[in-house]
């Protein structure tokens, strides 16, 4: 049973830094890919960034430049480097990776002040 655990979400400053991680565990494989998505109050949940296996990334617009996304694979972890956060980045940020399905954390809460 694959099981993805997040942390590192809390109350920060506009232009503050933030690192989430996730540890994933129950994969005897590795995953095909990893990463994040989020969800505002109110908006439906959104692609914030992926890293593939082969290290192929993707951002949403909306964080290009501000956040990496990179992954330890032989720990089972990814995680999100958020730079010069904006009050619009507050959402509940989800761990996410793929093996032949989907997979979800519960999601930690990031809050950016103005």
């Known amino acids: 049973q694959v099981q993805l655990v997040e942390s590192g979400g809390r109350l920060v400053q506009t232009g503050e830094s933030l690192r989430l991680s996730c540890a994933a565990s129950g994969s005897n494989f590795a995953f095909d890919a990893m990463g994040w998505y989020r969800q505002a109050p109110g908006k439906q949940r959104e692609l914030v960034a992926i890293?593939?296996?082969?290290?192929?990334?993707t951002y949403a617009d909306s964080v290009k430049g501000r956040f990496t996304v990179s992954r330890d694979d032989a720990r089972d972890m990814v995680y999100l480097q958020m730079n010069s956060l904006k009050p619009e980045d507050t959402a509940v940020y989800y761990c996410?990776?793929?093996?032949?399905?989907?997979?979800w954390g519960q999601g930690t809460p990031v809050t950016v002040s103005s």
């Open positions: 996410y990776a793929r093996l032949r399905m989907d997979y």
């Open positions: 890293r593939s296996y082969g290290g192929i990334t």
